[in-house]
C-alpha cells in the first residue's frame, strides 16, 4: 500500500480494540491488513489454527467466550460471512451492546467515497454474471476494476497490495455478506432472481429474500436497483413491502429483450441457455446507466468462456456429450442447466442430481422438475438425498439411485453401446456439495476426473 494510505489507515485505527472473528479466507486476509498497519488485534475462532506468520493478541476459542460471564469489550468486531445469525455468540453480542460488522463494509468504508460500487446478488448467476461484467470493465480505457465479494479476491487485500486503487468496484455478494449492511451504498445494484435455497442458514423463505434486499439498505436516491420481472412476484407471495426513494428498474421486460436483440451480435457467445442472456441484459443495463461503450461488452460477448462448474461443456465423442454443472446447488439452477442444454441438443438429457440435504426435514420441492419429465430420459441420484429423491420421483420418471458418481458413470459406460442416440450427460446437484465434497469446485473437479477415467476419448468440438 502507499504511504498516503498507510497513514490514512493507521491513524483510523490506531487507538481501536479490534476482534476478527472467523479465520477463514477473508478472516486471514483482515489479520494481514491490519498486521501490514501494526495494528494488534484478537482473534475468535470456533477452533485451533494455525495463522503461519501472522501476527496477533490474544486467541479467542468460541466455547471459552460463551462460558466468559462477561464479553470483553471492542470498538471493533469484524465478523465471517460464514457465521450464522443465530450462533450462540451473536446473540450475547447483542446483549452485551457490542457491534459488529462485515469485512466487505469495513473495507468499503477504506475506498475513496466517489469509486462507484456495482454490487451484484441473486440466487443462481451471481459468479457468470459478474465475471462478465469484470472482463467488459477491463477493456475501457481509463477504468481499474477490482472483482471481489463472495468471489475473487478479498477486499483487504486489494487494499494491502495495491500501489492504485481501483477506480470501479465489481463485487459479487450472497445472502450471508448481506446480513448486516450498515454502510455500504452501491452505485448500481442488482438482484438477478430470487428462488428458496439455503435453508439450513434461514428458518424460511422469507428472510433469505430479507437478506438479499440488504443489497439496497443504504442506497442513496441517486443509485439504482435492477431487478427482474419476477422480482414483486416473490415479493408479494412473501408479503414483503419493499420501497426505496431511489429507482428501481426492471432489466428483462419484454421491451427490454426485444431492444437487446438488437443491440449485441450473439453468435459468437459460448454460454448456454435463456438465464445466461438474461445475465448479458441487465449488464447492458448497466453499461447504459454508466454510459460506458457497447464495444467493449461486444468484445466480451465474441470470447468470454464460463467460469468452470457452471454448465461447463466437458467433451464429447460419438456417443456422449458431458455438462459439467456442480455449481447448481438448489432446483432452479438445475432447470435452467436441463434447460439451456435441451435447447443445445435435439436428444433427451441424461441427469445426475443429488448431494447434502440442507436439514434432515428438508421439503424436497421436486415438482418443477417433474413438470419437465419429456426434457429427461432417465436420473442418477447421488448423495445424502438418494433416498428421499427416490422416494419423490420414482413414480414420476426413470430414476436410478446410484449413490456415488463413479458407480453412476460405470453404469452409462456399460449402457453405452446399447444406445440408439447420443446420450446428452449433465451432472447438476441442486444440492450442496458437503455431504462428499470440501465444496462445490471439488465435487466438479472429481467428476470431470470420473469423466476422463470411464471416457478416455472425449474431445472438445
Not at 57 to 78: N, Q
Not at 225 to 251: D, M, Q, S, W
Not at 290 to 308: D, E, I
Not at 423 to 436: C, Q, R
Amino acid at each position: 500500500m502507499n504511504s498516503d494510505f498507510l497513514q490514512f489507515a493507521q491513524q483510523k485505527y490506531r487507538h481501536q480494540k479490534i476482534l476478527l472473528w472467523g479465520m477463514g479466507v477473508t478472516g486471514k486476509s483482515a489479520l494481514a491488513f491490519f498486521n501490514d498497519l501494526h495494528v494488534v488485534c484478537d482473534v475468535l475462532n470456533r477452533d485451533e489454527i494455525s495463522l503461519g506468520q501472522l501476527s496477533f493478541g490474544r486467541f479467542w476459542k468460541e466455547d471459552e467466550l460463551l462460558k466468559a460471564k462477561d464479553f470483553p469489550s471492542y470498538d471493533l468486531i469484524i465478523k465471517s460471512p460464514g457465521i450464522p445469525q443465530d450462533h450462540p455468540l451473536v446473540e450475547k453480542l447483542k446483549h452485551s451492546s457490542l457491534h459488529f460488522t462485515s469485512d466487505i463494509e469495513e473495507a468499503l468504508s477504506l475506498f475513496p467515497s466517489e469509486t462507484p460500487l456495482v454490487a451484484i446478488t441473486g440466487s443462481n448467476g451471481k459468479t457468470t454474471t459478474v465475471n462478465l461484467l469484470f472482463d467488459a470493465t477491463k477493456r475501457i480505457e481509463g477504468l481499474r476494476p477490482f472483482l471481489g465479494g463472495n468471489v475473487g479476491t478479498p477486499l483487504f487485500d486489494i487494499l494491502r497490495t495495491a500501489q492504485n486503487l481501483p477506480n470501479l468496484l465489481i463485487l459479487e455478494l450472497s445472502s450471508f455478506q448481506l446480513e448486516y449492511v450498515e454502510k455500504m451504498r452501491p452505485t448500481i445494484a442488482a438482484i438477478l432472481n430470487l428462488t428458496p435455497t439455503h435453508g439450513e442458514r434461514y428458518p424460511n423463505y422469507k428472510s433469505y429474500i430479507e437478506a438479499k434486499l440488504n443489497i439496497a439498505k443504504k442506497m442513496t436516491k441517486e443509485g439504482t436497483l435492477f431487478v427482474n420481472e419476477k422480482f414483486f412476484e416473490e415479493l408479494k407471495k412473501e408479503e414483503i413491502t419493499f420501497e426505496r426513494k431511489g429507482p428501481i428498474e426492471i432489466y428483462d421486460s419484454p421491451a427490454q429483450k426485444q431492444s437487446f436483440a438488437k443491440k449485441l451480435d450473439l453468435t459468437s457467445f459460448k454460454l448456454l441457455g435463456e438465464h445466461n442472456r438474461s445475465n448479458l441484459m441487465v449488464i447492458d443495463e448497466i453499461f447504459k446507466k454508466m454510459n460506458w461503450p457497447l464495444s467493449a461488452l461486444q468484445k466480451t460477448v465474441n470470447s468470454f468462456q464460463a467460469p468452470p462448474h457452471r454448465c461447463e461443456y466437458i467433451g464429447e465423442n460419438d456417443k456422449i456429450v458431458v455438462y459439467n454443472d456442480s455449481k447448481s446447488t438448489n432446483f432452479s439452477s438445475t432447470l435452467e442447466a436441463l434447460k439451456a442444454v435441451k435447447e443445445k441438443h435435439s436428444c433427451l438429457v441424461t441427469l445426475i442430481l443429488g448431494g447434502k440435504l440442507r436439514d434432515k426435514s428438508e421439503e424436497l420441492k421436486v415438482d418443477d422438475l417433474i413438470a419437465k419429465r419429456e426434457m429427461i430420459d432417465v436420473i442418477y441420484l447421488v448423495g445424502e438425498s438418494t433416498d428421499p429423491l427416490w422416494e419423490k420421483l420414482s413414480t414420476s420418471l426413470s430414476v436410478l439411485p446410484t449413490g456415488l458418481l463413479n458407480r453412476t458413470l460405470q453404469d452409462i459406460q456399460e449402457k453405452l453401446p446399447l444406445r440408439h442416440q447420443k446420450v446428452v450427460l449433465l451432472f447438476s446437484p441442486a444440492f450442496p456439495s458437503f455431504d462428499l465434497y470440501k465444496n462445490y469446485e471439488h465435487r466438479g473437479e472429481e467428476f470431470v476426473k470420473e469423466v476422463r477415467h470411464f471416457f478416455p476419448d472425449l474431445k472438445l468440438t
